[in-house]
């Protein structure tokens, strides 16, 4: 197993093909793929994935590279786009064995850097759980605030929250930043 990357040995690009394996390795139980994907059905499958791809948009990759071979350990995406207006960033997922080290920070920085200097929008969404709390944690720290609180059902009929965070382009700017 790779040990930890550091923040200085990720890197990102497009998602390929050959990546869908490992990134449905991603969810270990079906109550974490609903949280990464709520629409999937456990297990993940490559073909749920390659479903979704065409109502997304930049799919990507956080990678991390060891002894010459480089290994995808995240994933994130745009669920939703609108030329101009806004994105919402999707289905952010990490290796589990390497949670906690970065990895989900280095990416969604990555996609909150594209859609602000690339795409210039002025505004940003994303949608989390209440009960992932790690996560919550991340986007406020990245300056994400909650802006609408949803009900939602679980896949075993449980009432659950579902937050809506926004962050504008002008909140971004004075973000601490990672290259996109």
Same mark, same amino acid.
């Given at each position: 197993?790779?040990?930890?990357?550091?923040?200085?040995?990720?890197?990102?690009?497009?998602?390929?093909?050959?990546?869908?394996?490992?990134?449905?390795?991603?969810?270990?139980?079906?109550? =974490?793929?609903?949280?990464?994907?709520? *629409?999937?059905?456990?297990?993940?499958? $490559?073909?749920?994935?390659?479903?979704?791809?065409?109502?997304?948009?930049? $799919?990507?990759?956080?990678?991390?590279?060891? +002894?010459?071979?480089?290994?995808?350990?995240? @994933?994130?995406?745009?669920?939703?786009? =609108?030329?101009?207006?806004?994105?919402?960033?999707?289905?952010?997922?990490? +290796? $589990?064995?390497?949670?906690? *080290?970065?990895?989900? =920070?280095?990416?969604?920085?990555?996609?909150? %850097?594209?859609?602000?200097?690339? @795409?210039?929008?002025?505004?940003?969404?994303?949608?989390?759980?209440?009960?992932?709390?790690?996560?919550?944690?991340? @986007?406020?720290?990245? #300056?994400?605030?909650?802006?609408?609180?949803?009900?939602?059902?679980?896949?075993? %009929?449980?009432?659950?929250?579902?937050?809506?965070? *926004?962050?504008?382009?002008? #909140?971004?700017?004075?973000?601490?930043?990672?290259?996109?």
């Amino acid at each position: 197993m790779l040990l930890p990357p550091p923040m200085d040995t990720l890197s990102h690009r497009p998602l390929a093909d050959a990546d869908i394996p490992a990134v449905c390795g991603f969810p270990r139980t079906a109550e =974490e793929l609903y949280f990464l994907f709520p *629409r999937a059905v456990w297990p993940l499958t $490559p073909d749920q994935i390659r479903a979704t791809l065409d109502s997304r948009r930049d $799919p990507t990759v956080a990678t991390v590279t060891a +002894d010459g071979r480089e290994r995808v350990v995240g @994933y994130a995406n745009y669920a939703t786009f =609108e030329d101009g207006r806004t994105a919402s960033i999707g289905n952010v997922s990490v +290796d $589990p064995a390497l949670r906690r *080290r970065g990895i989900a =920070e280095y990416l969604v920085r990555t996609m909150i %850097g594209r859609a602000f200097d690339h @795409y210039r929008l002025p505004d940003l969404t994303l949608y989390c759980f209440n009960t992932n709390t790690p996560a919550l944690l991340l @986007y406020a720290k990245l #300056g994400m605030t909650p802006v609408a609180l949803e009900t939602r059902m679980t896949p075993q %009929g449980d009432p659950i929250a579902l937050f809506k965070l *926004r962050l504008e382009r002008a #909140g971004w700017a004075s973000a601490p930043r990672i290259a996109a």
